[in-house]
């Protein structure tokens, strides 16, 4: 059965060095979704997508995606390796780059490890990297609301682009100090580009440590996000300049390597995951133009398809709170434990990415009756503004964040998360099929998606790439 053709399936690609991301629309094929009971068939017309074909990217690489596909030795056969023509051309920023390249595939034997050699902060260029004129280094102090306000509007107007003019991503003040102000950041890492004659901010990248698990190996990193230039400037090439100063800033810091995620093929992906959508508000989806019915399906079987219970059904389950923290950091480090890629969680970075905050994220454990935290699920809101609409302005997306399933059925807790998040209003539900994430993504009547969300490493090669179920990384 035809039950909804959607318009569009929203798709967040990060970036290294984050980038401007941008929808775009493409034609897609039949996709299906088949459940215990029924069968879906979804069909996107023009895609609405989050993804990294982001000018950002493209201005510092000059790549796009396409060409033909190829393997890593010993790569698992679930991740395509494209090695793009013509890519001499295509990636002349990253050949200079300590990324693992298209043509230079490691042999089987290689090890993982740092590609560039061992280097000392007294290696590291004491002076900022030359912009051309008239622009000039900034650093975007978030304690000042101005600035926030700045960095807002940079990233509102040139960050997203909607073919359409229907929709545009929003990154709420709250939001953009939330993800860029965890445990141990430095303003120093919130780097602006300014227009020396007005002191406009035209560019923007960022960097926020995190403590990685690669392979069991602890190593300090960053992760790069947001990397943004104003459209009008896209030909100053100031991505590349971007990219190497965040880049020497941080090995200022005694920090080499880096993670970040993009929709665009680059030199060259440990892993690549694709983004699921479930629908909360299928009216309102089909309302403000975001989906719509298929033929011969009215809207009241169409709500009804997508209805979720009234309540959670799992005893116990409950807003997380401070004082689960130190239960959280030890469920999510002893689980994440078991993925070849993720990160490890200290108790500041439990509480400070997972206590509750008001259209930013949300988290729930399940308590059972002695006390202890059995499960836990989390969420954060990445908004878009309808534009034109009489009547709705907003939608609301909510994008699964870390989840450890232990005494409930990982089924169960994800439905009981998503009614959570109906009950706050949220339109549509989205999730990588990384983690044990493929073993419900079918039966709650998710849609795949028909974009790729790639994982790079900076500076550190790994041996074999990874397969989504190996994925335990999940970057904003």
Not at 141 to 159: A, P, R, T, W
Request: net charge positive.
């Amino acid at each position: 059965f035809q039950f909804i053709i959607f318009r569009c399936f929203f798709q967040r690609g990060a970036s290294i060095h984050h980038t401007v991301r941008s929808f775009r629309q493409k034609d897609s094929g039949w996709r299906e979704l088949r459940s215990r009971n029924q069968q879906v068939a979804l069909q996107p017309r023009k895609c609405l997508r989050k993804m990294s074909n982001q000018p950002g990217i493209e201005e510092a690489a000059g790549a796009s995606p396409g060409g033909s596909q190829a393997q890593a030795p010993d790569a698992p056969q679930a991740l395509p390796v494209r090695r793009p023509r013509d890519a001499k051309d295509k990636y002349v920023f990253w050949e200079t780059q300590p990324v693992p390249q298209f043509s230079g595939l490691e042999p089987a034997q290689a090890e993982d490890g740092p590609i560039d050699k061992p280097k000392t902060v007294a290696d590291v260029r004491q002076e900022p990297y030359a912009l051309p004129a008239p622009y000039q280094w900034c650093t975007c102090d978030f304690s000042q609301d101005s600035v926030v306000q700045e960095v807002f509007d940079l990233l509102s107007n040139n960050y997203v682009e909607d073919d359409d003019c229907m929709f545009r991503f929003a990154y709420p003040a709250n939001f953009l100090r939330w993800a860029l102000s965890p445990p141990g950041f430095t303003t120093d890492w919130l780097v602006g580009v300014r227009a020396s004659t007005n002191s406009k901010l035209v560019g923007f990248i960022s960097a926020i440590p995190v403590d990685m698990l690669v392979n069991g190996k602890e190593i300090k990193m960053v992760e790069i996000n947001f990397l943004c230039v104003h459209k009008k400037l896209r030909s100053k090439r100031l991505a590349p300049v971007l990219i190497k100063e965040i880049t020497r800033r941080v090995n200022l810091r005694n920090i080499w390597q880096a993670a970040f995620t993009a929709g665009a093929m680059l030199p060259r992906p440990i892993a690549t995951c694709r983004y699921w959508h479930r629908s909360l508000s299928p009216k309102k989806l089909i309302d403000i133009g975001f989906s719509r019915l298929a033929p011969r399906m009215t809207m009241a079987r169409t709500i009804k398809l997508y209805k979720l219970p009234d309540a959670p059904i799992t005893p116990g389950i409950r807003p997380f709170e401070p004082r689960d923290g130190p239960q959280v950091m030890e469920l999510l480090n002893s689980y994440l434990q078991r993925y070849r890629i993720t990160q490890k969680f200290s108790l500041e970075d439990v509480l400070h990415w997972f206590t509750p905050r008001e259209n930013v994220v949300d988290a729930y454990v399940v308590e059972d009756g002695s006390g202890k935290v059995t499960d836990f699920s989390s969420y954060y809101n990445l908004p878009s503004t309808v534009l034109g609409h009489p009547e709705h302005s907003e939608l609301k997306a909510a994008y699964m964040f870390y989840t450890v399933p232990g005494a409930t059925p990982l089924k169960q807790l994800m439905q009981d998360i998503m009614t959570l998040a109906h009950a706050k209003g949220y339109d549509v539900f989205n999730a990588l099929d990384l983690l044990e994430n493929q073993q419900f993504l079918k039966d709650l009547k998710f849609g795949i998606g028909d974009g790729e969300l790639n994982y790079y490493l900076f500076n550190y090669r790994v041996a074999r790439p990874l397969v989504p179920s190996e994925v335990g990384l999940i970057l904003m």
